[in-house]
């Protein structure tokens, strides 16, 4: 980046608005919530991009780097309209995606649904092949070229956009999937092709093969999506964008376009570089961030390495192999649906209104109750919200109307119900998901992001035993903000068979030079390594360093680690399934907080609860007995206790 071009933009698109953070390097920030204007993505970034940089007063040439996440991933894996792929595996072997680890969902249907959507490889679109290698990765029975060429031109035939191949044990020899790949590719160059042993290189067919299915359905789109918003950028004299990833870094367009599984959940994790920027500087305190939006509220936890990251990602009723920030989304949302069961039971979500029509206060012909208008009775929203959204309030007392008939009560006693509800879903959320990774939530700090997450995070904390809550400065747009916060990475990564031992050891420190030769001489890599008892299957990810570490120090590291998480540890062998190392290419654009160019807060009016706070991107809810004050990067702190103990502040445009 010249000097001339000192902006970087954070560009991060949803279902409703597209959210926008520049920042020019010397702690200047602007940003800005832009509705969005078409249903198509790419469409809708070029066009706030326009907005915001003009709006902004900022020259094209004055943009050194654009750094962009998106939902799209995510939203094709759950909406699943994308057309269906083929799947090529070893002959008898496609229905692993089907039957999967005959996990039932239904203990007592009779009839147990796949755990896989079928339509995505439907029966016709699998295709079983010759050709085999063993677990040691020997081949047992070679590829037949006459039946390779046949499958090329069924596959042809199905007029299929993309295609799965899917072998046993590629992970040990990809030599046959190469094989087939390249066959496809030579007759089919506009086909989109996954190959398993790039996908996920542990083992485990059925995680594998689901992976690299989905990889493949949903690549043509976000292809033409990024080819798109590229092309788009460039005619417009801007940078090519970097594109944020499901792990919290950020690649080049043409790695996400040949790995687009990897950009699933990239808005939640780009969230969790945002709140990592404000909340990561005590390696002592873990740090659990709470991001309420439309939908979900999505909650993330920061320890002593940074952004807890896992192997698992649950997304649509799948649950896929893919490494990612460890995000739990509780389907508590603004636009999450009310209902009184037959029983009195008030329940939230999981449905939602979405953005259209949206819950009954947005005026567009929603009638269903939702937390939105739960909030708009009890006077805790502005009149107008981001992007000049005028609330109806009229439209939200009828709507709650409802709710207080069934549940026998008055209005205002209904929407305090929901509220309660919404706070009492995310607290247990919050508690499920700390306790897994052995953090005690009470002794955590608490963050606050998204559109609504300040709404609910005092009454959250309430319910865990939490006296002080942080709300971000820039709550309303902190995945554009992490977008600038991630760095560019690198990783390089090798499935592992090995026994903790002094053997074991050193084909691990053989692994990690492989990696390291890859990375060059530059390269600060950090290391880490997933670890098992015998005769386990979860692994546990350990950091760790082949240098300097040795076999019984790791050993020793893997135990506590297992004695936290677990709450216990065996006198057993240790076995390491996966060697994984990673390296940034390129610095995170924004590596410390920025003041916003209009700061948020102001300490010139002491504020007690209850009271309702606005700004043009976030809504704060100060409860009774709970007590507000400015902080020195512009966010604002909330704390049970007293005004003597704490000088209190407001929001600017508090009502």
């Given amino acids: 980046m010249n000097a001339a071009a000192s902006w970087s933009v954070g560009i991060d698109v949803g279902g409703t608005y597209v ?7 010397t702690g200047r920030l602007l940003r800005r919530k832009i509705p969005r204007t078409d249903a198509d993505p790419a469409v809708s970034v070029l066009a706030a991009t326009d907005d915001f940089l003009a709006a902004a007063a900022i020259a094209p040439a004055a943009v050194g780097r654009i750094i962009h996440g998106s939902t799209l991933v995510t939203n094709l894996l759950l909406e699943q309209t994308a057309p269906s792929v083929a799947v090529v595996t070893n002959r008898g072997f496609g229905d692993v995606l089907l039957v999967g680890r005959q996990n039932r969902r239904d203990l007592y249907t009779l009839t147990p649904e796949p755990q896989t959507p079928k339509a995505l490889f439907p029966d016709a679109l699998r295709f079983g092949i010759a050709g085999r290698h063993d677990a040691s990765g020997a081949e047992t029975e070679p590829l037949d070229p006459a039946e390779l060429a046949a499958l090329v031109r069924r596959v042809a035939d199905s007029g299929v956009p993309a295609v799965a191949v899917c072998l046993l044990h590629a992970t040990r020899n990809p030599a046959h999937e190469t094989a087939v790949g390249a066959a496809l590719a030579a007759v089919l160059p506009d086909l989109a092709i996954s190959l398993s042993h790039q996908v996920d290189v542990a083992a485990g067919e059925f995680e594998r093969f689901l992976a690299t299915a ?19 950028l460039l005619a417009r004299g801007l940078p090519e964008p970097a594109i944020a990833t499901s792990d919290a870094g950020l690649c080049l367009p043409a790695a996400a376009a040949a790995a687009p599984l990897s950009l699933a959940l990239a808005g939640p994790a780009a969230a969790m570089s945002g709140f990592q920027l404000h909340g990561g500087a005590d390696p002592a305190v873990p740090c659990i961030s709470v991001e309420t939006g439309g939908t979900t509220t999505d909650i993330g936890l920061i320890g002593p390495a940074g952004i807890v990251c896992g192997r698992r990602v649950g997304i649509g009723g799948l649950t896929v192999s893919l490494r990612a920030a460890d995000i739990l989304s509780v389907p508590v949302g603004g636009g999450s649906i009310v209902q009184v069961n037959q029983a009195g039971a008030l329940r939230l979500g999981p449905r939602s209104a979405g953005s259209l029509p949206g819950p009954a206060a947005y005026g567009r012909g929603g009638t269903a109750p939702t937390l939105t208008d739960a909030l708009v009775v009890l006077g805790r929203l502005p009149a107008r919200l981001a992007g000049g959204l005028d609330l109806d309030a009229a439209a939200a007392r009828r709507a709650m109307d409802g709710v207080a ?13 929901v509220v309660s509800a919404a706070a009492a879903m995310i607290a247990e959320g919050v508690k499920a998901h700390a306790y897994r990774h052995g953090i005690d939530p009470t002794g955590a700090r608490l963050i606050a992001g998204g559109g609504g997450g300040g709404q609910h995070a005092a009454e959250v904390a309430d319910l865990l035993g939490c006296s002080r809550v942080t709300i971000l400065p820039d709550a309303g747009v902190v995945s554009a903000l992490g977008c600038l916060a991630a760095p560019q990475m690198q990783a390089g990564e090798c499935a592992l068979d090995l026994a903790l031992t002094d053997a074991g050891w050193s084909a691990l420190q053989a692994a ?8 060059g001489p530059q390269a600060a890599i950090e290391w880490s390594v997933e670890a098992v008892y015998q005769g386990q299957s979860a692994a546990l990810e350990i950091p760790f360093d082949p240098d300097r570490d040795t076999a019984a120090e790791l050993a020793q590291r893997f135990d506590d680690a297992h004695e936290k998480i677990r709450g216990h540890a065996f006198a057993r062998s240790r076995q390491l399934l996966r060697l994984r190392g990673q390296w940034v290419t390129i610095s995170a654009a924004l590596r410390e907080p920025a003041k916003p160019e209009a700061a948020p807060l102001h300490a010139d009016a002491d504020l007690a609860g209850p009271a309702a706070l606005f700004t043009d991107t976030t809504s704060v809810w100060v409860p009774a007995g709970w007590f507000c004050r400015r902080e020195a990067g512009g966010g604002l702190a909330l704390q049970r206790g007293g005004l003597a103990e704490m000088p209190a502040c407001r929001l600017e445009g508090a009502a």
């Fill in 512 to 519: 990690a030079r492989g990696i390291a030769a890859a990375a």
């Fill in 214 to 232: 989905l990889d493949a359905y949903v690549k043509p789109s976000v292809r033409r999506y990024l080819d798109a918003l590229t092309a788009g």
């Fill in 405 to 417: 008939l069934a549940l026998g009560c008055d209005r205002v006693a209904a929407a305090e119900a």
């Fill in 19 to 25: 959210d926008a953070v520049a920042s020019d390097g």
